[in-house]
Structures are given as structure tokens and as C-alpha cells.
């Protein structure tokens, strides 16, 4: 049976062993022991009090120097090296005076001496000490188990909060190839969310936050914010919608005083355009190879999830880019980044880094902080770059169309199918016609490696549609980055007040000379518009690019019944005649 010897340590009651090869010695501090409360355990030699050690588990051991068998010395190493689950204090009681020999027993593994003749007070307050030693020694090793199971309790937590926090991350980025991105961050969990996907329509988002705090509060923060950015890309949402639709999740699920310093940037390669909204996070730059900085965004909203979306504005700035141009975006934690004794990089240190034309502003902030040398980081540090490429060479790779159930990926020649979707105005308030549409082609058997094509058309025609016809907005409205974001911003209203209006789309796939063909039919009730209109070529406008792109990618295109309906084929299979 285990010997417990905590209860009596945590009274002051001691387990003692008594060593000594004389009676009269071992009969004295055994009275001695029991007067003063303790338990007196007896060996008469070196040897025997090993053996008591291991099988008593004393917590004192008192060791007569001079002893038969085995000396005091002998027995204090070999009880030093016991397999003993606590040690015991040991107290050579001893008459020398030789400090070659007391020194001898403190190398040994003594603790104390006692000089003979003992005397009971000092032989009460050594083993009144060792008592409160002992038991303030135990409670640092209950505390230290303690602190223990608790750290492998959080390591637990945090090791799956990481897993799910990744995986989060990982199924709402597009990592758009045209998107880089570097980061450093203080703790564990990334304080900073970046984030890029490409829209339905082709639009290609990059959205950077910074989280309130840093550490898990603020990854629990940006979990929120991804999981809302990818569900409206998706939908096909402008960057009003999305913003909306971000601040409402965030404002809904963060407790007070926590928030997201954001940007938003959309680039829409078909018509050249970038749109910009900052809330909370350093100045944005337009960058252009040869001039550097040719514009630039501050904050001149509140952060995400600060207020209702109600009491704030989602309305961007547009600007007309060219190829090659770069957006630029980076939190608090670069230009708050300092050297050992220098001051802080600071906004006018990221200027000054990008304000080159020569060097792409990403590679110029790195080299920047790299030669900063930076002696600390106190915050996350992110930089994230957008370059601006022509349609079809910035898209990722599209995923594989699912295949109807016993195809392969590839067209059958008696492929065939008919979609019909009629949007009506109350349905257009609150249902993006585009994604519908988007979900209903991938009903129709498989497209072949013409989807991207597909979308693009879809795009068009849907968009001129509800915007020119339902909705009677003219192109010559966009003719400028201001006009472009009023023309948005119009939609947006008469959308929202629409009472009367329809859209309609038919998707069908026929054969024609042996070859699977898709047609795209889309209608609207406006009042229609005149085939010049669909061709017009003016590289200055910020319209008129759509039906004309559309015209491109198909085979054929007809503008029927006055303009209210646009019908375009595509061969998805060989040569169509």
C-alpha cells in the first residue's frame, strides 16, 4: 500500500529516519521525535537506512556520519540515486568540526548538520523549516502540474481553432494569379485578412482588413468577414453589395468596440476600370510603370462593423486604369514599423519606396523594410498588390464543369437542352439575374473549354439588359471615373425602386451540321435601342464596350425586335457553319 505522506507534511507532522549504530543516540531522538510531533523511524546502520528510505519514504532522513556497513556519506549518495518518487531532506547529525569533512557531506547531497550533543530546539526548528519547505515546494509542483493540463487544454483549443480558421481562409480565397500577397504576423493567428476571388462577371476583387487586437480574437474576427466576401462574390454583388453585405455580418456577429479597418478593390479588365473604397486602412496607390504613383485613396469611411450600414456610405471611387497599373494596399503595421533607434518607416516612407516608376511598388515597400532592419514588430504586417491585366490572362485556372451523371467531360454530338428564366421587377429588387443564369447554364450539358466565354456573354447581355433596358440607363452616362460611379450608384437606387419591368433569358443547346451549339437569347421590356449602338468603337469611352466584346467572342449575333433582344451563338465543338 503506498505510504501518503502529504496529509502529515500538510500539518507539520514529519516522517522521520533516524540513522545512527548507537542505542542511546537512536533512543533519545526518537523521544525527542515524538515530543515534538513528529514519527521517528530507526536504522542502525548505513545500509538499513537506504532500505527504510525506499520502503518508509521518510521525509527527513537524520544521518549519523560514523556508521557500520555503510558510512553517512555512502548512504546519502545511494539514497540520492534511489528511483525515489519525492527526496527526502537529508541532516547529517555529526560531532566534527573538520570543514573538509562537513564540506564532503554537502557534496554528498546533505542539506544540514546537526551538531551532537543534539539539541531538541534546534532539532525542532531544522525540522519545522524542511515542513514548510516541503509543503511550499508541493503546492509549486500542484501549481506547476496545474499550469500545465491547462496549457495542453489551450494548445488543444487553439490547434483546432487554427484548423478551422485555415480552412475558412483557404475555401474563400480565389488566389487570383494576378493578386500577390506578403505578411508577417505578431502571434500565431493572422490579425490581417486578405482575401481575392473573381466576380461572376469577370470583376476581380481584393479585399484587405485589419482586425481589431491581434491573436485568436482577432483571427475569430476575420472569420466572419471571408466567409461574407466570398458568399457575395459569388452572388455576382457589386462592391456596394459587398461591402453591405460584410458590415451587416460583422455588425451582427463582433461585440462592441470590435471592428474591421477595410478595402475594398474591384477591377473590371473588360472596361478598364478600378473601383476603390477605403474604411479605416493607410492610403491606397494607383501605380504605373515609368510615372509611380499616379493616384491615391485615403480612408474616408469608418471601419467595417463600426456602425449600422445604415449610417454609412459603400459608394467607391473609380478610376480608369491601363494594363500594367498596380493597386496597392498595406496595413498599420508598415509604415509603424521602425529600425533599433530610428523613427518609424511611416506614409511618407511608402511614398517614398513606390514613388519610383522602375521598381513594382510590392517589391519596392519589401526592399524598404528589409533595409529597415526592423528591430521589433508590434503589430501584423501585410502588403498586397493587384496588377491590372488585360481580360482572360489574370483569371486562375477554372475549376473542371461537373459532368451530367455517365458523361465524360466532353460534348456528346446529341447534346441538347432548353433553360428558360423570366425575372420580374419585384424578383430583380432582391435576386441577381446574372447568377441565376450562371447556375442555370451549368444544367445544360457540358460546355466544353468555352465557359469563361460564356460568362463573359452572359455578363453583357444581362447586364444591358436590366441596366439599358428595364431600367432605362443610357451608356453616355459612363463617361468618365465619376460618371461611372454615378451610373452605379443610379443603378443601385432604381433597382431598389423598381415596381414594373421584366428580364428574360433562354439558354438552348441544338445541333447544327453536326456540332453542339448554344444559344443565348435575352429580352427585356425597355423600350429597345439602335444597332449602331452595339458597335461602337471609341477607346475613350468608358461604354459602348460590352455588345462589342460580345460580338468577339461569338459566332454570330442578332438585334431583334427593336432592340429589346439580343440573341448570340456559340459553336462549343469545331467549326460551325
Known amino acids: 500500500m503506498p505510504i501518503d505522506r502529504g496529509a502529515g507534511t500538510a500539518t507539520g507532522r514529519l516522517r522521520v529516519l533516524v540513522a545512527d549504530d548507537s542505542p542511546v543516540q537512536l533512543l533519545f531522538l526518537e523521544h525527542a ?36 556497513v555503510l558510512d553517512g556519506i555512502g548512504a546519502c549518495r545511494e539514497i540520492r540515486a534511489a528511483p525515489l518518487g519525492e527526496q527526502p531532506g537529508i541532516v547529517f547529525v555529526t560531532a566534527t568540526a573538520d570543514e573538509n569533512e562537513l564540506a564532503g557531506c ?21 525540522l519545522t523549516s524542511f515542513a514548510r519547505n516541503r509543503t511550499l515546494g508541493r503546492l509549486v509542483r500542484q501549481q506547476a502540474d496545474a499550469l500545465m493540463a491547462h496549457q495542453a487544454r489551450v494548445d488543444e483549443e487553439l490547434r483546432v481553432a487554427r484548423s478551422v480558421f485555415d480552412r475558412v481562409m483557404t475555401y474563400s480565397d480565389g488566389a487570383l494569379a494576378n493578386v500577390r500577397v506578403a505578411q508577417a504576423d505578431v502571434s500565431s493567428f493572422a ?6 476571388m473573381e466576380s461572376p462577371s469577370g470583376v476581380q476583387y481584393l479585399f484587405a482588413g485589419d482586425c481589431t487586437g491581434h491573436g485568436l480574437p ?47 478593390v474591384g477591377y473590371d479588365p473588360l472596361h478598364q476600370m478600378a473601383s476603390i473604397w477605403n474604411g479605416g486602412l493607410p492610403d491606397l496607390y494607383i501605380w504605373r510603370h515609368g510615372h509611380g504613383i499616379v493616384d491615391t485613396v485615403s480612408s474616408m469611411h469608418p471601419p467595417l462593423g463600426a456602425l449600422g450600414s445604415a449610417e454609412t456610405e459603400f459608394v467607391p471611387i473609380w478610376f480608369r486604369v491601363e494594363p500594367g497599373d498596380r493597386v496597392l494596399v498595406h496595413s498599420d503595421g508598415v509604415s509603424e514599423s521602425r529600425s533599433i533607434d530610428g523613427p518609424m518607416f511611416g506614409e511618407a516612407g511608402v511614398r517614398a519606396a513606390i514613388a519610383r516608376g522602375d521598381v513594382a511598388p510590392f517589391e519596392a515597400v519589401q526592399e524598404a523594410l528589409d533595409a529597415l532592419m526592423c528591430s521589433s514588430q508590434d503589430d501584423d504586417i501585410t502588403i498586397a498588390e493587384l496588377e491590372c491585366l488585360p481580360r482572360g490572362t489574370a483569371r486562375t485556372a477554372a475549376p473542371a464543369t461537373p459532368a451530367v451523371a455517365g458523361r465524360g467531360p466532353d460534348i456528346h454530338r446529341d447534346a441538347s437542352g432548353r433553360v428558360l428564366l423570366e425575372i420580374e421587377a419585384a424578383a430583380l429588387r432582391s435576386i441577381d439575374p446574372l447568377a441565376m443564369a450562371s447556375q442555370l447554364a451549368q444544367a445544360l450539358p457540358a460546355l466544353a473549354d468555352r465557359g469563361g466565354d460564356i460568362q463573359v456573354v452572359l455578363t453583357e447581355l444581362i447586364a444591358n439588359a436590366v441596366q439599358h433596358g428595364v431600367l432605362g440607363l443610357s451608356s453616355i452616362d459612363k463617361q468618365s471615373p465619376d460618371g461611372f460611379a454615378n451610373f452605379y450608384q443610379e443603378v443601385r437606387q432604381r433597382t431598389a425602386a423598381l415596381r414594373h419591368g421584366w428580364v428574360r433569358i433562354e439558354l438552348a443547346i441544338t445541333t447544327r451540321v453536326d456540332h453542339p451549339v448554344l444559344s443565348i437569347r435575352v429580352s427585356d421590356s425597355g423600350e429597345g435601342f439602335a444597332p449602331w449602338e452595339a458597335t461602337t468603337d471609341n477607346d475613350q469611352w468608358y461604354s ?3 455588345l462589342q466584346l460580345v460580338r468577339e467572342l461569338t459566332d454570330t449575333v442578332r438585334v431583334l425586335d427593336d432592340g429589346r433582344t439580343v440573341e448570340a451563338t456559340l459553336c462549343l465543338q469545331g467549326a460551325c457553319v
Open 218 to 264: 482577432a483571427a475569430l474576427t476575420a472569420m466572419p468577414a471571408a466567409s461574407a466576401f466570398a458568399s457575395a462574390v459569388r452572388r455576382g454583388l457589386d462592391a456596394g453589395g459587398i461591402l453591405t453585405t460584410m458590415n451587416d455580418r460583422l455588425a451582427q456577429a463582433l461585440p462592441d468596440g470590435y471592428f474591421v479597418a477595410a478595402a475594398l
Open 33 to 68: 521525535l515524538r515530543a515534538l510531533g513528529h514519527m521517528p523511524i530507526t536504522a542502525r546502520n548505513g545500509r538499513e537506512a537506504v532500505e527504510r528510505c525506499i520502503t518508509d519514504a521518510p521525509d527527513v532522513v537524520l544521518l549519523d556520519l560514523e556508521m557500520p
Open 544 to 546: 459602348g464596350r460590352g
Open 106 to 126: 554537502l557534496e554528498a547531497g546533505g542539506d544540514s548538520f546537526l551538531s551532537k550533543p543534539v539539541s531538541k530546539g534546534v532539532l525542532g526548528a531544522q
Open 191 to 196: 490579425g490581417d485578412l486578405v482575401l481575392s
